[in-house]
């Protein structure tokens, strides 16, 4: 892939920009097989490509300059806003969108938020695509001052995209490095994003969490599901569950009967989107709490027959490894965005193997990527125990 931003030194985001596509793909493996080299019984299935451009379903875009003229793209390292609308990483959907929302922009009298001043409105625009091409478009604002002309405008800017479908006002008026605040104001009589995968339906609501590549998102959930199939657990936790992508994929069998699923996500946000989906694919047998994972483990007196866990980059952490590792679940998926992290959490669960681990780059251009591993409980013997 060619950049124009970052051969003119615009943007060096993407560290491995100019390096092959195969390059970076055995790069990012060869890294995650040294971090787990102490365990040698891995079974390495082929790592999972990705598209090297057009394969980013989010925009996060600081927004400088003025009204008149916004400036929509990324901070550098001396504070300017660099304009990278035409972003190649994004979707086109996206790079299609942006430059009719910094029309918007002018259009409503948004005066983009001056880091330096403190003083402006509209910190960022945050653009959301669906696997069916519908855009989610969120206005993170210091203050309400500017709804009322985002309302006025709208109708204009949803006759420019006709898939939008949903619109938010978020407010984060503190002057710190804090991408969105708490409250959220809806614009649109839609309140979430339909993330259809396969034959799963998620609902994205605008404060929840999804995975920035649909494509490798889809084959993450694919291969934890296969996992998960092959090995029949009657009860299945999902924990870290963000919108519910791995307790909705596996709550069914081959043969269509329904597991006992729990899912825990601290998101109330994430929690009402993965109850939304339950709901739609009216699975009896999955719930959804809102809550610390950790604490969920530690208070829990029925363990299941399996754990996921798709934790954020610091991993799990020193309780809920120690927990799993006394525990009698026999079977882990762990999802992770973090190698380094992970490593560290296997040390701590000597009694669960990994056996498989599959490299998915969700990320290319950068030194990022997604390992998703099956563990097995160690018998006494040293010998893995299947279920």
Not at 211 to 221: E, K, L, M, S, W
Not at 227 to 241: I, N
Not at 263 to 292: P, Y
Request: proline share 6%; net charge neutral.
């Amino acid at each position: 892939m060619r950049c124009d931003y970052f051969d003119a030194a615009a943007c060096r985001s993407c560290a491995l920009m100019g390096q092959s596509y195969d390059e970076q793909l055995a790069g990012k493996e060869r890294h995650c097989r040294h971090l787990l080299l102490e365990h040698p019984g891995i079974a390495w299935l082929p790592p999972v490509r990705s598209r090297e451009e057009g394969f980013r379903n989010k925009s996060k875009m600081v927004v400088g300059g003025t009204a008149a003229a916004p400036v929509v793209g990324i901070l550098d390292a001396t504070g300017r806003t660099v304009d990278l609308r035409a972003c190649g990483l994004h979707t086109p959907a996206i790079r299609t969108a942006l430059p009719h929302l910094a029309d918007f922009v002018t259009r409503a009298g948004l005066t983009p938020y001056d880091v330096a001043a403190r003083r402006g409105e509209l910190k960022y625009l945050l653009v959301t695509e669906s696997p069916d091409g519908e855009l989610m478009v969120r206005f993170v604002l210091r203050s309400q001052e500017p709804v009322a002309r985002i309302r006025k405008h709208l109708p204009a800017l949803l006759a420019l995209l006709p898939h939008l479908r949903v619109a938010s006002v978020n407010l984060q008026p503190e002057h710190k490095a804090v991408l969105e605040g708490e409250r959220e104001i809806l614009l649109t009589a839609e309140g979430a994003l339909r993330m259809r995968l396969d034959d799963v339906v998620l609902h994205l609501r605008p404060q929840s969490f999804f995975q920035t590549n649909t494509d490798v998102a889809r084959a993450v959930y694919a291969q934890a599901r296969a996992w998960v199939d092959e090995l029949a657990p009657r009860s299945l936790w999902d924990l870290y569950c963000g919108v519910g992508g791995f307790a909705l994929t596996c709550a069914t069998g081959r043969a269509g009967e329904q597991r006992d699923v729990v899912g825990i996500e601290t998101s109330v946000e994430a929690i009402a989107s993965a109850e939304q989906s339950r709901a739609d694919a009216d699975l009896e047998r999955v719930r959804f709490e809102a809550g610390d994972a950790t604490a969920f483990a530690l208070a829990s007196t029925r363990p299941p027959d399996l754990v996921v866990v798709n934790p954020p980059r610091r991993g799990i952490g020193p309780e809920l490894a120690g927990w799993l590792e006394a525990s009698p679940v026999r079977h882990v998926v762990y999802s992770s965005c973090n190698a380094e992290s992970l490593a560290r959490d296997l040390r701590a669960m000597p009694s669960l193997a990994p056996v498989r681990a599959r490299v998915l780059d969700m990320f290319p251009q950068t030194t990022h990527y997604e390992v998703v591993t099956l563990l097995e409980r160690v018998s006494d013997a040293g010998a893995t125990v299947r279920a």
